[in-house]
C-alpha cells in the first residue's frame, strides 16, 4: 500500500478499512444507539441502492433499443457506426449499476451451507464473510477509480467506431473542476463528435463498485446491530 496516499492527516488504507471496520464493531458493542443514529442514514442508502437498480434497468432498455437500431439499420441499408462498442458500454453499466440493488435484494450467488449449522455460529460466521467482502469489494472500489484517472491523465481513447459529443464531455469535467472555470470549460467546448475517452465508459464500474462496496459495509453494520441477516432472497411463487 504504498501509493496509498495520506487523506486529512490518515493514510487512504485507514478511512478505507480500519474506520468502517471500527463502526462496525461499535454497531457490534452498542447496538442500539448506533442502530438509532445510523437509522437515517440507511434509509438515504436503501434509496440509493434502489435507484443505482432504475439506472442498471434503464442500461438494459438501451441495450434492446440498440439492437433494435442496429436491425432497421442493416435492413434500410444503411451504417450505425459504433453501435457495438456503445451496446458494450450498456452492459458493462447494467452489471455494475445492478451489483448493489442485487445485494439488497439476495440476488446474488451465496453459498449458506455452514450457515444453517446453527443461528449463533452462522451469525459469525456470515458477519466475517460480510466482512471480508466489504474489505475486498473497497479494495476494488478504490482501484476502479485510480483506473478512471489514469485514463484521463494518459488521455486513452477508444479504438473503435464511436464517438461521444464534446458537451458531454465537459458536462462530466465541471465536477472534478472549480466552479470559477466552468465559463471557460464551456467556452472551449465545441459541438463536434469526437473518439470515446476510455474513462467515459469506466464511470459506471467505478460506481457500481463504490456502491458495492458501501452497500456491504452498511449491511454488515445491520447485520451487527439487529442479530440477524437482513440480505434476504425474495420469495418467488
Known sequence: MRDWQPFLGLPLWAWLFVLPTIVALACLVAPEPLGRALKPLQRLFDRIYLFSG?????????????IVAQMVARWSSLTF???TEYAGYAMAATSFFA????????????????LNMGHHFGLW???FAMWIAA??????????IKTNIMSEMLNDRTQGQDFTPEWLLSF????????SEWG????????????TPVWLPQLPMSSGTVL?????WDYLCRLLITRRASVTSEAVE
Open 81 to 83: 457506426p459504433g453501435s
Open 135 to 144: 474489505i475486498t469489494a473497497t479494495y476494488f472500489a478504490r482501484f476502479a
Open 54 to 66: 432504475v439506472l442498471a434497468s434503464g442500461f438494459m432498455v438501451t441495450i434492446l433499443l440498440l
Open 212 to 216: 458495492l462496496a458501501l452497500a456491504l
Open 125 to 127: 460466521l456470515d458477519a
Open 172 to 179: 462530466f469535467a465541471m465536477f472534478p473542476t472549480a466552479p
Open 184 to 195: 471557460k470549460l464551456w467556452a472551449e467546448t465545441g459541438s463536434d463528435w469526437v473518439y
Open 99 to 114: 451489483l448493489a440493488h442485487a445485494l439488497t435484494r439476495g440476488a446474488h450467488i451465496r453459498v449458506s451451507i455452514f
